[in-house]
């Protein structure tokens, strides 16, 4: 009995080894060719859409550097015409003023009788810049009498007084202009103080 088991389970590992070995070469090559016609698909998606995405990202680069020529260019216009004004604007004013350089011409050029004739020349000549100026609207800023405006005076001095209301502008050391409504240069003041400080 124990031979005829012994024959028996020798005559049986055969087959279990051969149910649990791999599968044949035969069997693998023909699983692979079932296969390589799905991976060759993907793979030609694959590409397709590569070379989808890289076409899109060249068009976009193109674009940008399109779009960065011309947003240079329109820079470069804007910054053109814009100094074409201002030398437009300065030739304008430049033009208005040259009557004024004519008279202080004439004036330097005429023999004057005698120094009070010579200042009435003069001073018909700063009334026709001033005018000038004014049509180009320069301003002068009011100051003698008025309330001191931090914005528009500059205190460069204190005068103890009762000649003036206090916090009023007594005098101007300096005149101060406006170009319509931008401030050009302060007006330089002696500011009234009719209260004195007390000290502690």
Same mark, same amino acid.
């Not at 012994?6 to 791999?22: A, F, M, Y």
């Not at 005018?131 to 309330?147: H, N, V």
């Given at each position: 009995m124990t031979e005829?088991?012994?024959?028996?389970?020798?005559?049986?590992?055969?087959?279990?080894?051969?149910?649990?070995?791999?599968?044949?070469?035969?069997?693998? /090559?023909? /699983?692979? /060719?079932?296969?390589?016609?799905a991976q060759s698909n993907n793979v030609?998606?694959?590409?397709?859409? %590569? /070379?989808?995405?890289?076409?899109?990202?060249?068009?976009?680069?193109?674009?940008?550097a399109r779009a960065q020529a011309e947003f240079e260019n329109a820079r470069k216009r804007a910054a053109k015409e814009q100094r074409d004004f201002q030398?437009?604007?300065?030739?304008?004013?430049?033009?208005? %003023?040259l009557p004024v350089i004519d008279s202080f011409d004439r004036a330097l050029q005429s023999p004057a009788r005698n120094l009070e004739e010579f200042r009435l020349g003069v001073d018909l000549i700063r009334r026709q810049l001033h005018d000038t100026l004014t049509k180009l609207g320069l301003r002068q800023i009011p100051t003698k009498g008025e309330?001191?405006?931090p914005y528009l005076h500059e205190a460069v001095e204190l005068v103890h007084t009762t000649a003036a209301e206090d916090n009023h502008v007594l005098d101007e050391v300096q005149r101060g202009y406006k170009l *319509?409504?931008?401030?050009? *240069?302060?007006? *330089?003041?002696?500011?009234? *103080?009719?209260?004195?400080?007390?000290?502690?």
């Amino acid at each position: 009995m124990t031979e005829t088991n012994s024959k028996s389970e020798t005559n049986q590992d055969p087959l279990d080894v051969e149910h649990e070995l791999p599968p044949s070469n035969n069997v693998r /090559q023909d /699983q692979m /060719q079932a296969a390589s016609p799905a991976q060759s698909n993907n793979v030609a998606d694959l590409s397709g859409d %590569l /070379q989808k995405v890289t076409a899109e990202r060249d068009d976009l680069r193109n674009r940008l550097a399109r779009a960065q020529a011309e947003f240079e260019n329109a820079r470069k216009r804007a910054a053109k015409e814009q100094r074409d004004f201002q030398d437009f604007a300065l030739a304008d004013a430049l033009k208005s %003023l040259l009557p004024v350089i004519d008279s202080f011409d004439r004036a330097l050029q005429s023999p004057a009788r005698n120094l009070e004739e010579f200042r009435l020349g003069v001073d018909l000549i700063r009334r026709q810049l001033h005018d000038t100026l004014t049509k180009l609207g320069l301003r002068q800023i009011p100051t003698k009498g008025e309330p001191f405006d931090p914005y528009l005076h500059e205190a460069v001095e204190l005068v103890h007084t009762t000649a003036a209301e206090d916090n009023h502008v007594l005098d101007e050391v300096q005149r101060g202009y406006k170009l *319509r409504d931008r401030l050009l *240069r302060p007006a *330089r003041v002696a500011v009234a *103080r009719t209260t004195e400080e007390k000290t502690a």
